[in-house]
């Protein structure tokens, strides 16, 4: 089993949908949180980054981290086509520099 | 504004071959990061260099993999001897201070090796 589990997809949805995407994780040591968005051939960006658990928000993007159920989630409101892409999730321990470990991505399909 | 550059974009090996893959990171950026990215999955770590030294080697696969930061800017990854299960995209990330927890790395697009 990896450390962090997440659904490839791909997920499609109509333009306007709320996205909802995940990952599991089974390192409690884990306190860092991150989602990058990658684009086809292109490198990962940095969407949200979140320290323990609890909930950020940033314009239509919305990170949650749920430490109890090692569970951790990303919504995207009013979906557009442009959010098509592969979103990553991401997380480090406390200790160390910062080396995170990735999920695998899950592919997002919003069509018009 | 100047990302982080990678070259060449694309790299196509016969098994055996040696290859080098650049990365020029944000200038002024003091952390780079390696990663390798195989098909469908995420980014796996490789090394990381704070300046000229590599303080993180943990995740290179096997003494076939070295990379360097001579002059703690520009970097290489030179993989010795390819064989087919090196085939991946490489991706390079620099971040600006020391590679703290918070710090944003800023990755470059990648060089896709093929290696037939």
């Known amino acids: 089993q990896k450390e962090v589990e997440q659904d490839p997809g791909p997920l499609s949805v109509p333009e306007g949908a709320i996205v909802s995407l995940n990952c599991t994780y089974s390192n409690s040591a884990f306190q860092y949180f991150m989602w990058y968005r990658q684009y086809s051939r292109k490198g990962p960006e940095l969407l949200m980054y979140?320290?323990?658990?609890g909930n950020k928000e940033d314009g239509r993007f919305t990170a949650q981290v749920d430490k109890s159920s090692k569970y951790i989630s990303l919504f995207i409101r009013d979906s557009q086509p442009s959010d098509s892409a592969t979103y990553l999730c991401?997380?480090?321990?406390?200790?160390?520099?910062?080396?995170?470990?990735f999920g695998r991505g899950t592919s997002l399909i919003v069509h018009p | 504004g100047a990302g982080v550059s990678q070259s060449p974009r694309y790299k196509v090996a016969k098994r055996g071959q040696d290859v080098a893959l650049r990365c020029d990171p944000i200038s002024g950026h003091v952390s780079l990061f390696w990663y390798q990215q195989a098909l469908g999955q995420g980014p796996e770590f490789l090394t990381y260099?704070?300046?000229?030294?590599?303080?993180?080697k943990s995740g290179l696969p096997s003494d076939r993999f070295f990379a360097e930061r001579p002059e703690g800017s520009v970097s290489t990854l030179k993989i010795q001897r390819t064989q087919q299960e090196d085939s991946a995209v490489y991706l390079c990330?620099?971040?600006?201070?020391?590679?703290?927890?918070?710090?944003?790395?800023?990755f470059g697009p990648g060089t896709r090796l093929t290696v037939l």
């Open positions: 979140t320290y323990s658990s």
């Open positions: 991401a997380m480090s321990d406390s200790g160390g520099s910062y080396i995170p470990t």
């Open positions: 260099f704070q300046n000229e030294a590599q303080l993180d």
């Open positions: 990330a620099s971040s600006l201070s020391s590679g703290g927890r918070t710090d944003t790395q800023y």
